[in-house]
């Protein structure tokens, strides 16, 4: 996995990052989605193309903050994750990313061809609010979205599989590092306020921190990250159009 540096190798950037990504970006977003429901029940919401933008700007900004610290303190790219080291295992977990893309994008097809798939994931969305509200219903919000997909399929890996679990191994064992990582990374999706929802969320996160742990690199888990982003996005875009026909 990454090579872990010893304690004194963390710079005071590298703890405050910490502490931004573990406690204020989870406050942050959770805050800031209480804040948007109390303006929709106010009937002010704001515009979900507006939402999508406000999320790349934080994301990429977080982003931009760790990958500043790392390059300032002149450490390989490799140690973030940002490596393909072509072993056994680093082809072994790309096998695996690329098949359960592959897996999970076939659902698109299903969708497309079973009106039952598409009523049945309405309703499943619909006791699911934090996280339908999230989901474009316009081209031009799938247009956003796409982007956001994309983005987070990057940065959150970046971010979270890769500074995370490289900081938090100074003060414990690698796999422990790993798991607090996870669970910020769920943290950081509260707003889906449902706990089946946050579930999904901890468990794929639990793959791709499996990934980047087995193959020593981020990039199979970008992968899959941005495939489940995207399909995600595509599946219920298909069945909402169905459900508010006017939308699209």
Same mark, same amino acid.
């Not at 942050?28 to 939402?51: F, N, S, V």
């Not at 619909?126 to 799938?142: D, I, S, Y």
């Not at 399929?153 to 995370?164: A, C, P, S, T």
């Given at each position: ?17 910490v ?6 970006v ?12 109390r ?19 934080f +994301?990429?900004? @977080?982003? =931009?903050?760790?990958?500043a610290? /790392?390059?300032g %303190?002149?450490?390989? &790219?490799?140690?973030?994750? !940002? ?12 096998g695996?990313?690329v ?6 994008a ?22 699911q ?6 989901l474009?219903t ?7 979205f ?10 959150e ?5 890769g500074? +995370?679990i490289? @900081?938090? =191994?100074h003060?414990?064992p690698i /796999?422990?590092? %790993?798991?607090?990582? &996870?669970?910020?990374?769920? !943290? ?10 946050l579930a999904g ?17 981020l990039?199979p ?5 941005t ?15 169905e ?6």
């Amino acid at each position: 996995m990454f090579p872990v540096l010893p304690l004194a190798s963390l710079t005071g950037f590298d703890v405050a990052a910490v502490v931004l990504l573990s406690v204020v970006v989870p406050l942050y977003g959770w805050i800031g989605h209480g804040r948007d429901k109390r303006r929709e029940a106010e009937g002010q919401a704001k515009a979900l193309a507006a939402q999508y933008r406000e999320a790349l700007i934080f +994301l990429w900004g @977080a982003t =931009a903050v760790v990958l500043a610290i /790392w390059m300032g %303190a002149s450490r390989p &790219l490799a140690g973030l994750g !940002l490596d393909a080291p072509f072993s056994l295992t680093f082809w072994g977990a790309m096998g695996f990313a690329v098949l359960a893309s592959a897996a999970y994008a076939s659902q698109i097809v299903m969708l497309r061809r079973s009106a039952k798939a598409r009523a049945q994931l309405v309703k499943q969305l619909a006791g699911q609010a934090g996280v339908k509200a999230m989901l474009p219903t316009t081209r031009r919000e799938m247009g956003w979205f796409r982007v956001v997909a994309l983005s987070a399929g990057v940065g959150e890996e970046i971010v979270f599989r890769g500074f +995370l679990i490289w @900081a938090f =191994a100074h003060w414990m064992p690698i /796999w422990a590092a %790993a798991g607090c990582a &996870l669970v910020v990374f769920t !943290l950081s999706h509260l707003y889906q306020e449902n706990v089946r929802a946050l579930a999904g969320v901890a468990v794929a996160g639990a793959v791709m921190t499996a990934l980047v742990m087995v193959s020593g690199s981020l990039f199979p888990a970008m992968l899959l990250h941005t495939v489940i982003d995207l399909a995600g996005g595509e599946m219920t875009w298909l069945a909402r159009r169905e459900e508010e026909p006017g939308s699209a």
